[in-house]
């Protein structure tokens, strides 16, 4: 009876150790990837929120809403030797009924 000294005999597949650290390693990169797109989610509703609010705030301010605050913004242009001027008054558009006072600031245009 000879006996078969094969070295490679009953070494096939992964050990245990092997399967654990490979599931394991994989487990960390699904967590790593589904953290940075739950971030990339919130970020992307608050910028979505952001341009939708901003719309509305544009139209109101077209509509000849807002409070204004009395500031005004001179910008003077000048080219050789002439000089051009255009005034802007600031307004406050409230971001809600409990914001009076506070809010988004815009400038409307008046003629000098």
């Known amino acids: 009876m000879k006996m078969n000294k094969d070295p490679m ?4 597949g992964f050990s245990l150790i ?3 650290l490979s ?3 994989i487990l960390l990169g699904a967590t790593a990837f589904l953290t940075m ?3 990339n989610g919130k970020l992307l509703l608050q910028s979505g929120r952001i341009a939708k609010d ?3 705030w544009e139209a109101a ?7 204004k605050t009395g500031e005004t913004m001179e910008v ?3 080219k050789d030797g002439e000089e051009a001027v255009e005034v802007f008054d600031q307004y406050r558009m409230p ?3 409990q914001s009076a006072g506070e809010g988004v600031p815009f400038f409307r245009y008046r003629e000098p």
């Not at 005999?9 to 096939?12: P, Q, V």
């Not at 301010?61 to 409070?67: K, L, P, Q, R, V």
């Open 9 to 12: 005999r009953g070494r096939e």
């Open 18 to 20: 092997e399967a654990v």
């Open 23 to 25: 599931a394991a390693l």
């Open 37 to 39: 797109a739950a971030a």
């Open 54 to 56: 901003s719309y509305g």
């Open 61 to 67: 301010a077209a509509d000849g809403e807002g409070e």
């Open 76 to 78: 003077i242009f000048q």
């Open 95 to 97: 971001q809600d009924e």
